[in-house]
């Protein structure tokens, strides 16, 4: 069925129902380009952080179109909200993961603002402390951070790249999930979410899906167009979070 979602909004927006007009992304990144061609809308809230930059392009052609750009997700869902990962290395240890999450948002002139989810009083306190002295990464700082992502992201093709081709094992293992938790502990040093990530696997019982059910058959290998060492790495995601 037709609604014409959007010819309403525009209606009711003459009405003087409604000021601005704005769209949540969720899709592929070349997807928005036509939604911002349309003209109706004042700005985009889409994803962005240190760990997902795929709408990078787009969101720079949103700022050129002059439609505002609000990122989500500044701390990656959660995923850089604790101190300690390869992420600090890049300013040299002075600042925080989190922190250094939010200065990298703030620093792309293409973003207007930053939503970024907040559970305690303290991450209020800290997030306006971050944004208010208004600290900007500067181009050399930038810079590190590309050349650390570029290396994080061909080391973590060694462990996955999780493309799911090795599914479904015969005993049950959760295998893209298993490496997943591997990749956040062994090559961004992220420990916190990847034992979360990890303790998520299990489910109620904590043995559903986890790395220790595998059984080395090596029917996964044969399926991995990476050839990946699949039971290799899940021995090492057992004796790292079992």
């Known amino acids: 069925?037709?609604?014409n979602l959007l010819e309403e909004?525009?209606?009711?927006?003459?009405?003087g129902l409604i000021r601005f007009l704005s769209f949540s992304f969720h899709d592929k990144p070349?997807?928005?380009?036509?939604?911002?061609?349309?003209?109706?809308?004042?700005?985009?809230?889409?994803?962005?952080?240190?760990?997902d930059r795929a709408n990078e392009p787009s969101i720079k052609y949103a700022a050129e179109k002059g439609v505002g750009v609000i990122a989500?997700?500044?701390?990656?869902?959660?995923?850089?909200a604790f101190a300690g990962s390869i992420f600090e290395d890049a300013l040299g240890g002075r600042v925080t993961t989190p922190e250094l999450?939010?200065?990298?948002?703030?620093?792309?002139?293409?973003?207007?603002l930053a939503l970024s989810g907040m559970s305690t009083r303290q991450m209020v306190d800290d997030n306006v402390r971050v944004a208010s002295r208004n600290e900007l990464l500067s181009e050399q700082e930038m810079l590190r951070i590309d050349e650390l992502q570029k290396q994080c992201r061909s080391l973590a093709e060694i462990y996955c790249t999780g493309c799911g081709y090795c599914m479904p094992c015969p005993?049950?293992?959760?295998?893209?999930?298993c490496l997943e938790a591997l990749i956040y502990q062994k090559v961004y040093r992220m420990e916190q979410h990847a034992q979360a990530k990890y303790s998520a696997i299990g489910g109620d019982s904590g043995k559903e899906g986890i790395?220790?059910?595998?059984?080395?058959?090596?029917?996964?290998?044969?399926?991995?167009?990476?050839?990946v060492q699949i039971r290799k790495h899940l021995k090492e995601t057992t004796a790292i979070f079992e």
């Open 171 to 177: 005993f049950e293992v959760n295998i893209p999930a």
């Open 72 to 80: 989500m997700g500044p701390v990656g869902g959660g995923r850089l």
């Open 1 to 3: 069925m037709q609604f």
């Open 9 to 15: 909004a525009v209606k009711a927006k003459k009405q």
């Open 101 to 112: 999450a939010l200065r990298f948002v703030l620093s792309n002139p293409n973003i207007n």
């Open 211 to 227: 790395a220790s059910l595998c059984t080395s058959c090596g029917a996964c290998e044969k399926k991995c167009p990476q050839k």
């Open 30 to 51: 070349e997807k928005m380009l036509p939604i911002i061609d349309t003209g109706a809308f004042a700005s985009v809230l889409c994803q962005y952080n240190l760990l």
